[in-house]
């Protein structure tokens, strides 16, 4: 029998992988249930019993949900404006969004939406959905990453930034293949490879720093 005393195990980053990778089956099973069942009434019920989800079905699942959709009508009710909206979600403060890091990463989602406004019907091209799309994912990855108040958890800051990173070179590789697709500016796509780079560079670098503290701390656990 295990020690009561004895500290928990601290996971390294492939443990965190491993997690993450299961979240990810569970969030692309949702994604598929939902599109599936958008138009049933009974929708949340069929998508709570298809996940598992059985404490939902009950009847502090169906308090939960009425909790929640009440607070949803209470921030974004017709009459409040975006100001009212902003202040309620005010006391919802990150510390990441002041990571030069993110910063880069939020202000890159916003450059590759105007720079696809140039593009000529960028929403039929894959390759253009597929470069938002990632710099998207990048910039949330990235949010989780930085957004951690434990500092014990760098294995998970890791996994974390491996899937930003990830999500970049994908970004990149999409980048590419729109240059072949369509007659792009060439100022254009410069400036894209190189916020892509820079970011891609940061990933890299806190991925180090990160995994020298993790040896620092624990060693080769």
Not at 73 to 100: L, N, Q, T, W
Not at 159 to 166: E, I, P
Request: with cysteine; hydrophobic share 40%; proline share 3%.
């Amino acid at each position: 029998m295990a020690d009561s005393n004895e500290p928990e195990k601290i996971w390294d980053e492939y443990e965190w992988e491993r997690f993450l990778q299961q979240q990810d089956r569970k969030t692309e099973k949702y994604m598929e249930l939902l599109e599936r069942y958008i138009d049933d009434p009974n929708r949340d019920q069929i998508i709570a019993r298809e996940m598992g989800w059985y404490h939902l079905l009950d009847k502090e699942g169906e308090a939960w949900e009425e909790k929640v959709e009440s607070l949803f009508e209470e921030v974004f009710e017709e009459d409040r404006d975006d100001e009212a909206i902003a202040k309620a979600f005010d006391e919802e403060v990150h510390g990441y969004e002041g990571h030069p890091l993110y910063l880069a990463a939020f202000a890159l989602t916003i450059w590759i939406d105007q720079f696809s406004d140039e593009i000529d019907d960028a929403p039929n091209q894959p390759s253009c959905v597929k470069l938002s799309a990632n710099a998207s994912i990048a910039s949330a990855k990235l949010a989780a990453a930085l957004s951690d108040d434990d500092v014990d958890e760098i294995g998970m800051t890791i996994a974390y930034l491996k899937r930003a990173l990830k999500a970049v070179m994908n970004a990149m590789d999409a980048a590419v293949q729109l240059k072949k697709e369509v007659d792009l500016r060439p100022e254009g796509f410069v400036s894209l490879n190189q916020r892509l780079f820079q970011i891609r560079d940061g990933i890299i670098q806190l991925m180090g720093e990160n995994r020298i503290e993790w040896r620092r701390r624990y060693g080769s656990q």
